[in-house]
């Protein structure tokens, strides 16, 4: 299995990144996706996830509003479109994928992850 993130990089406060996730490797229409990130100093967090249809999103408080999940699962990809972008958005995003049959998208537990995308958030 592999999930490999781009799209990272370095904006201003205010502005916005494009997020991808593509995976192989496993039948991605079956899986929760997610992205989590990690600042320096700090505990991984899950920012948001996405059921395997779609029909299904969860966000974190920081960045609802701001972030928007989406999949396509005939390309196999994940997308995350940040918008007003905060230095505190300034973090190691990873995508991650779980099998979750009851629902509970915001307590997934990742069975894959994959590399990060630095993302970079300048004042």
């Known amino acids: 299995v592999q999930l490999q993130a781009s799209g990272g990089g370095l904006v201003q406060a205010g502005g916005s990144l494009r997020l991808s996730c593509a995976a192989s490797g496993l039948t991605f229409s079956r899986y929760t996706m997610g992205w989590f990130r990690q600042a320096p100093g700090k505990e991984r967090e899950l920012v948001t996830a996405?059921?395997?249809?779609?029909?299904?999103?969860f966000y974190a408080d920081s960045v609802k509003g701001r972030f928007t999940i989406s999949r396509d699962n005939a390309k196999n990809t994940m997308y995350l479109q940040m918008n007003s972008l905060k230095p505190e958005d300034t973090a190691v995003y990873y995508c991650a994928a779980d099998k979750i049959e009851d629902g509970t998208i915001w307590n997934m537990t990742p069975s894959y992850w994959g590399q990060g995308t630095l993302v970079t958030v300048s004042s």
């Open positions: 996405i059921s395997w249809g779609g029909g299904s999103t």
